[in-house]
């Protein structure tokens, strides 16, 4: 690594591996779609793609740079883009042989343009089941369809949905309302397209572990892939299930320590004088702040990790730097190893940690860690 570097992400290739393999068992054997958007949940996508290219059928990302990203890192799989791409980008996508989720007519009127016979354009059409977001309505589907078969050289090669609150409670009311509209809307594009669609796919991280019946043909990996659960409530409904299930984090965020020194009791710490030692202490200066995703509100909350042992966070996060209490820290010196997420000896702060204190989730702890920061592979 270059000695430069004072703040960078590890990811581990065996957790990455094995949590796909989970994923591949909990789906009872249909095929895996790796889901690497926003920079594969914070993880690196050449860092993901390399780990678990011969795990996994399909990868999934939100845009045709990320899809570019992936065929960059050596991946010959199909990638699906599941996000917008500007109608002026869409040659690329053809070209280059991705397949677009699509809902409206002037997109797949776009992709005809540029597509051939022997390039044809791939589609998978976003069914709106009651999410609420991105997809075409159950009632404008039929005549889409027949649009779709009109169009030369367009082939029809998905259909797909995503669930609104399957992750989040054990009620099943709504999720199962959307898979039911699903295989409703599935019937009305058989009908009006003369055939099924090539593949369907509804499940996310917690559908694949919890809801067997959203599996279809391909399910798709998101938080799980990298370790973490989409939430306690699907923890706990595995466990209450009896499933072995079991997901490894791949993710540890470091840090050195840039200056130790002794401050007197009573001495004030960082911006705003928001926060005053209580004893005679010994802090510690650590060049990372919001700017690297180690969020302003983990002032005088948060801790990190060094020796082993848990250090607080004292007064406000600055943009590039944050200082910790490494008093009761025996030894500590300069350019000491800081653990910001991930384990260090017998102690760990996890995405959910963070995330609790911090009033949101842990995608968000992930996907919010600076991409200019150095991704490495680790065993």
Not at 179 to 194: D, H, N, Q, T, Y
Request: net charge positive; charged share 25%.
């Amino acid at each position: 690594m270059d000695p430069s570097i004072r703040t960078w992400v590890e990811v581990s290739r065996s957790a990455l591996v094995h949590n796909a393999r989970e994923l591949k068992r909990s789906g009872n054997g249909v095929r895996l779609m790796a889901i690497v958007k926003s920079n594969a949940y914070g993880h690196g996508i050449k860092e993901v793609v390399r780990s678990v290219d011969a795990e996994v059928d399909w990868f999934g990302v939100d845009s045709l740079p990320e899809a570019e990203t992936v065929r960059g890192a050596g991946s010959k799989k199909p990638v699906l883009i599941l996000g917008y791409t500007p109608k002026q980008a869409l040659a690329r996508v053809v070209r280059q042989g991705f397949s677009q989720v699509v809902y409206d007519r002037e997109t797949v009127a776009v992709l005809s343009g540029h597509a051939s016979p022997r390039r044809p354009a791939k589609v998978h059409v976003k069914i709106e089941t009651g999410t609420s977001r991105q997809g075409i309505c159950p009632e404008d589907l039929a005549s889409f369809i027949r649009f779709i078969a009109k169009q030369p050289n367009v082939r029809f090669e998905g259909m797909s949905t995503h669930y609104a609150n399957i992750e989040d409670t054990n009620d099943p009311t709504h999720a199962m309302r959307q898979l039911k509209r699903f295989r409703e809307a599935v019937k009305i594009a058989s009908e009006a397209g003369g055939k099924k669609p090539e593949l369907l796919h509804t499940a996310c991280s917690a559908a694949i572990l919890t809801y067997p019946e959203t599996h279809f043909d391909i399910v798709r990996a998101g938080i799980s892939l990298y370790g973490l659960w989409s939430s306690g409530v699907t923890r706990r409904a595995v466990l209450d299930a009896g499933k072995s299930v079991r997901l490894e984090p791949a993710l540890t965020w470091k840090s050195v320590i840039a200056q130790v020194k002794k401050i007197r009791k009573g001495t004030p710490v960082s911006y705003g004088l928001t926060e005053r030692v209580t004893r005679d202490a010994v802090v510690a200066v650590v060049p990372v702040g919001y700017w690297d995703g180690f969020d302003r509100g983990l002032s005088s909350v948060g801790n990190v990790l060094v020796r082993g042992k848990r250090a607080k966070v004292l007064g406000r996060i600055c943009m590039n730097m944050c200082v910790v209490d490494v008093t009761d820290i025996r030894g500590v010196k300069a350019e000491d190893e800081v653990v910001l997420l991930g384990r260090q000896g017998k102690e760990r702060i996890s995405a959910e940690e963070l995330a609790d204190k911090l009033g949101t989730i842990n995608y968000e702890v992930l996907t919010r860690i600076n991409p200019t920061l150095p991704r490495s592979l680790t065993d």
